[in-house]
């Protein structure tokens, strides 16, 4: 069937306005993207294209050196701490060994007094001090005590009533009285005595493994071994 030359106008007129919509929708379109365009371009204006990467490489540099320098601080910090810890045990530790120092000069000055207000021969003061020594304490007002009772009182008992320290003051008998009258509280004394029957090598040995200052107190307190005529 042949087209009427009207029917043929419209057709070419509908296909006309059908491409020029087409046009006009391209071309919104393409203005659209020019306009992003220049807005994108517009925000890069004076920056060095070709210079963002190595611009890039230097930001991550900062960024890795900035995490060097916080894990230095992190670990400075940690080390001061740790120093601060050492710093404060040592402190500790030496302020223990002056008190333990000082609580020691204080009981040793105590008994040397008190030894010597109670007549021990003076070469046997050092031997006595080291012997008692255990059985004084500092109170918390720096006073040196033997339990309930004053240094004095205690040495003074020691040297009165305690045959081991009764030898410390009395002058052994010589010959063959000797410890005659200590009785068996006078015993470990005798085991040091070179002129009695119970002068006794393992029993010194027994004393001297047990309580190293009781040995040397009781060696210096012994007599010399009488010479016979």
């Given at each position: 069937m042949e087209l009427?030359?009207?029917e043929l106008q419209d057709k070419i007129n509908a296909a006309v306005a059908a491409s020029e919509a087409g046009l006009k929708t391209k071309n919104k379109d393409l203005l659209n993207e020019t306009k992003?365009?220049?807005?994108?371009?517009?925000?890069?204006?004076?920056i060095d294209v070709d210079a963002l990467p190595k611009a890039a490489k230097d930001l991550e540099l900062l960024q890795q050196n900035k995490s060097k320098e916080e894990g230095d601080y992190k670990k400075l910090y940690e080390d001061q701490q740790t120093q601060h810890k050492t710093d404060s045990t040592a402190s500790a530790t030496a302020l223990s060994e002056a008190n333990a120092t000082l609580s020691k000069e204080r009981r040793s000055n105590a008994l040397t007094q008190a030894l010597v207000e109670n007549h021990v021969k003076p070469e046997l003061v050092s031997s006595a001090a080291?012997?008692?020594d255990s059985n004084i304490a500092i109170t918390d007002?720096?006073?040196?005590?033997?339990?309930?009772?004053t240094v004095s009182e205690f040495v003074k008992e020691w040297t009165t009533n305690n045959d081991v320290g009764k030898n410390f003051t009395t002058p052994?008998?010589?010959?063959?009285?000797?410890?005659?009258?200590?009785?068996r509280g006078n015993a470990e004394a005798a085991f040091f005595d070179p002129n009695?029957?119970?002068?006794?090598?393992?029993e010194q040995s027994k004393i001297a493994n047990a309580d190293p200052a009781k040995y040397a107190a009781l060696k210096a307190a012994a007599p010399a071994k009488q010479q016979n005529n």
């Open positions: 009427t030359e009207k992003a365009a220049k807005a994108l371009a517009k925000k890069f204006e004076g080291q012997l008692l007002e720096g006073v040196a005590m033997a339990g309930d009772k052994h008998n010589s010959g063959g009285g000797a410890n005659g009258g200590g009785g009695s029957p119970s002068h006794n090598m393992t």
